[in-house]
């Protein structure tokens, strides 16, 4: 792997009710904004292929600073926006490996896949694909959310996942990623990250509820955890000098079954925090015993 730049900065602001995130206006200067943060992480890029552009607002700001954008976007509504901003324009479904054909053989210095791929059914296929359009020194900047903060954590063991009009179970999300299962599907994707950013939200700080005495045990039994308070993973990536894997690996698969089997069996009205030692012990028993039988599985598939 190359060297790793790894940093932190509070995530934007919560949108005022009846706005979108996308719709907010971006502040080049807020390190808050993970928006700019991404912008930054883009140039000194001349040329770059947007995947999911949105209404627009990070290909104008590209535009003002003289790079040429190729923004691809779902909504038809959005084109009108986007050619007045945007060298060109694709209205396509990302899903749809038609999509891009028109591209041909271009070449971008930059793929920007910001907020876009945890709402494809095949978000690897896509960016396999959009890997072929980068440049043999171009790079792949991913934004996404982390699903494994501890407020998506706590909020499973008292038996909650419910979707949301935003955020880390925004209910438009069909994928979710963790840092173990991103790494894994950049690698798979044929990349390797050289920058790992993140944004950062407080455990009980994010949009996801979770009952107070869940939120006092995770902030003790989470706190070497440097993942816990990630809210959104940042990724500059270049192209691997390894094979891609096709094939999850058996680690991969029982982290899977184990969240879950986690997720339909474990209910917790309210854990008390003289409970939670207990509570933690069984929910590693059931984890420990899942991987178990999982590896089991597979290994026994394979011979």
């Known amino acids: 792997m190359g060297s790793h730049r790894y940093s932190c900065f509070i995530d934007a602001p919560t949108p005022a009710p009846g706005t979108t995130r996308y719709s907010i206006p971006i502040d080049l200067t807020n390190e808050g904004d993970s928006r700019a943060r991404v912008l930054h992480m883009v140039r000194p890029a001349r040329t770059v292929l947007e995947l999911g552009a949105s209404v627009g607002l990070m290909t104008e700001i590209m535009h003002d600073?003289?790079?040429?954008?190729?923004?691809?976007?779902?909504?038809?509504?959005?084109?009108?926006?986007?050619?007045?901003?945007?060298?060109?324009?694709?209205?396509?479904?990302?899903?749809?490996?038609?999509?891009?054909?028109?591209?041909?053989?271009?070449?971008?210095?930059?793929?920007?896949?910001?907020?876009?791929?945890?709402?494809?059914?095949?978000?690897?296929?896509?960016?396999?694909?959009?890997?072929?359009?980068?440049?043999?020194?171009?790079?792949?900047?991913?934004?996404?959310?982390?699903?494994?903060?501890?407020?998506?954590?706590?909020?499973?063991?008292?038996?909650?996942?419910?979707?949301?009009?935003?955020?880390?179970?925004?209910?438009?999300?069909?994928?979710?990623?963790?840092?173990?299962?991103?790494?894994?599907?950049?690698?798979?994707?044929?990349?390797?990250?050289?920058?790992?950013?993140?944004?950062?939200?407080?455990?009980?700080?994010?949009?996801?509820?979770?009952?107070?005495?869940?939120?006092?045990?995770?902030?003790?039994?989470?706190?070497?955890d440097p993942d816990a308070d990630t809210y959104q993973w940042l990724v500059e990536c270049r192209r691997s000098t390894g094979a891609a894997h096709d094939t999850p690996t058996v680690e991969n698969q029982a982290r899977v079954a184990i969240v879950g089997a986690i997720a339909e069996t474990i209910a917790v009205p309210a854990v008390t925090t003289a409970r939670a030692p207990s509570f933690a012990r069984r929910v590693l028993r059931i984890a420990r015993r899942i991987t178990r039988r999982v590896v089991a599985r597979v290994t026994s598939r394979r011979r």
């Open 65 to 224: 600073w003289g790079i040429a954008v190729t923004a691809v976007e779902i909504d038809p509504e959005a084109e009108p926006i986007l050619r007045g901003v945007a060298e060109r324009v694709v209205i396509g479904d990302l899903d749809d490996h038609q999509t891009l054909e028109p591209l041909g053989d271009e070449q971008f210095d930059v793929v920007l896949a910001s907020d876009v791929l945890e709402h494809l059914k095949d978000p690897l296929r896509c960016l396999r694909q959009a890997v072929q359009h980068m440049k043999p020194d171009g790079r792949v900047i991913v934004s996404i959310p982390n699903f494994a903060h501890a407020d998506v954590r706590l909020a499973l063991l008292a038996g909650d996942f419910d979707y949301r009009e935003m955020g880390l179970l925004d209910r438009t999300h069909i994928k979710f990623f963790t840092r173990s299962s991103l790494e894994t599907f950049l690698r798979d994707a044929g990349l390797e990250p050289i920058v790992w950013d993140r944004t950062e939200r407080a455990i009980g700080g994010t949009e996801v509820p979770v009952p107070p005495t869940l939120v006092e045990w995770g902030q003790r039994v989470l706190a070497s």
